[in-house]
């Protein structure tokens, strides 16, 4: 079964600090990657997306990741945290294509990480 | 509308009730998607729609759960006979095309709680 583990459930870390939130997923043949974040009371929204070529994706805020094929792995990095990056973060794939030989927005989700930015 | 809107954004209910959970995506987006998002879980894949066809609908996790989608726009979940474990946060997402590689955009959600 397609899986995302989330190594860390909650991040604690002081403002202006640098944080790495972990990822892993299965491996499959091909796969698209994404980081979601959710902010208190609200949808969830895109932060980047990994869908092919360089392996280092930026995204917005200042967030960036990581692809790493051999490690499985697509880490989540800001050099600089803000108080208001304190909200929940998902790693989700899409490993395709799936049983129609297509690929669309199924994605599998990690069990997300907290990250609480402190003053 | 501007985003995915989704109503209730409460609702509790008994045990053994109905519920209908609705959803209103993206103006011309074509892809729907609902996913829940519960404590023991996390966040799952329910159904997607293409138009106001399912083409996927694995993540249902029994057949007291049903969606519909019609005129490619409004989308709605049915529960019947709710039970507890049914609690959850139920999230709707849509997508312009449906392809992979689209962003999602998520509505707030339904936080549904059952007695």
């Known amino acids: 079964a397609q899986s995302v583990t989330q190594l860390d459930s909650q991040v604690p870390v002081f403002e202006e600090a640098p944080v790495e939130l972990r990822c892993n997923y299965s491996?499959?043949?091909?796969?698209?990657l994404f980081w979601y974040v959710q902010y208190p009371n609200q949808g969830l929204q895109l932060l980047l997306k990994y869908l092919s070529g360089s392996t280092l994706v930026k995204g917005i805020n200042g967030f960036e990741a990581e692809f790493n094929k051999s490690q499985t792995s697509f880490h989540l990095r800001k050099p600089s945290v803000h108080i208001s990056d304190t909200a929940e973060y998902f790693c989700?794939?899409?490993?395709?294509?799936?049983?129609?030989?297509?690929?669309?927005?199924?994605?599998?989700f990690g069990q997300g990480t907290i990250l609480t930015v402190h003053p | 509308g501007a985003g995915v809107s989704q109503s209730p954004s409460n609702k509790v209910t008994e045990k053994g009730k109905d519920v209908e959970l609705r959803c209103d995506p993206i103006?011309?987006?074509?892809?729907l998607y609902w996913y829940r998002q519960s404590l023991g879980q996390g966040l799952e894949f329910l159904i997607y729609?293409?138009?106001?066809?399912?083409?996927?609908k694995s993540g249902l996790p029994s057949d007291r759960f049903s969606a519909e989608r019609t005129g490619g726009s409004v989308s709605t979940l049915t529960i019947q006979r709710t039970q507890q474990e049914d609690s959850a946060v139920y999230l709707c997402a849509s997508s312009l095309t449906g392809t992979g590689t689209e962003k999602l955009f998520f509505g707030s959600g339904t936080q549904l709680s059952v007695l």
């Open positions: 729609f293409q138009g106001n066809s399912a083409p996927d």
């Open positions: 989700a794939v899409i490993h395709f294509p799936n049983a129609g030989g297509t690929s669309y927005g199924k994605l599998t």
């Open positions: 491996s499959s043949v091909s796969v698209y």
């Open positions: 103006s011309g987006h074509t892809a």
